[in-house]
């Protein structure tokens, strides 16, 4: 069990460039969640999947926003358009789901839009 | 909308000595759970403890000891005999059910003192 693994672990683009994380999760965790973090903030939700459903997105997530989880395995998120309010950590995060309400999180990626 | 406040940007305590990290929360729900994430610098977020709102004892971690007050809507967070590697910002979160997202407070620096 190597955790919740994400890449890249930073990111530096141009506004106006699409950029596209990966999350892999923990094998065998079916929830899997996004979420983004700016500086002296909580963690804000985006959206989550269980296996490869996604059951619920965030207001946050605008048209530019769109994530994946195919084959309920590892999952992306990709941003369209890139603007310098989405500078954030990106963190993902999985879940086994029965039995164990906690969340492992992932070390997350620093965008920076410039 | 549920909401959780945490009210200290920053706290210190003496290695060795107690200190208590407050949390409150609104919420119309019943059946909700309550969890302490812990975020050291530059490393993962961890679980540090969580509450089921049903059940009246509060929860018991090692040094990490809640004290929920369901009707005020509180949850604090006390750690005993503080250690150097208790540095970190410390989450308050709340979710409904258990397995769904994670709805965090701004978060409370906490510093060591040697």
């Known amino acids: 069990d190597t955790g919740v693994s994400q890449d890249p672990r930073h990111k530096i683009t141009k506004r106006g460039q699409n950029v596209t994380f990966r999350c892999d999760p923990i094998?065998?965790?079916?929830?899997l969640y996004w979420y983004r973090q700016t500086l002296g903030q909580g963690p804000e939700f985006l959206t989550y999947?269980?296996?490869?459903?996604?059951?619920?997105k965030s207001r946050l997530l605008s048209d530019r926003f769109s994530a994946e989880r195919p084959k309920g395995s590892f999952s992306t998120l990709e941003i369209q358009r890139t603007e310098q309010g989405d500078s954030a950590m990106y963190l993902c995060?999985?879940?086994?789901?029965?039995?164990?309400?906690?969340?492992?999180f992932g070390p997350g990626t620093r965008l920076t839009v410039t | 909308a549920q909401t959780v406040t945490q009210s200290q940007p920053e706290m210190s305590v003496q290695e060795a000595e107690t200190v208590t990290l407050s949390c409150t929360y609104d919420?119309?729900?019943?059946?909700?759970?309550l969890f302490w994430y812990k975020q050291p610098p530059s490393r993962q977020m961890i679980l540090v403890i969580r509450?089921?709102?049903?059940?009246?004892q509060n929860a018991t971690e090692n040094r990490f000891s809640v004290n929920f007050q369901k009707a005020a809507k509180s949850f604090s967070l006390k750690i005993s005999d503080s250690q150097l590697g208790d540095a970190a910002m410390y989450f308050c979160?709340?979710?409904?059910?258990?397995?769904?997202?994670?709805?965090f407070g701004t978060g409370t620096r906490l510093t060591i003192i040697p």
């Open positions: 995060a999985s879940s086994p789901g029965q039995l164990s309400y906690e969340q492992y």
């Open positions: 094998s065998e965790h079916n929830r």
């Open positions: 999947f269980q296996n490869e459903a996604q059951l619920e």
């Open positions: 919420t119309s729900e019943s059946d909700y759970y």
């Open positions: 509450q089921e709102a049903y059940k009246q």
């Open positions: 979160a709340y979710s409904i059910g258990g397995f769904e997202k994670l709805t």
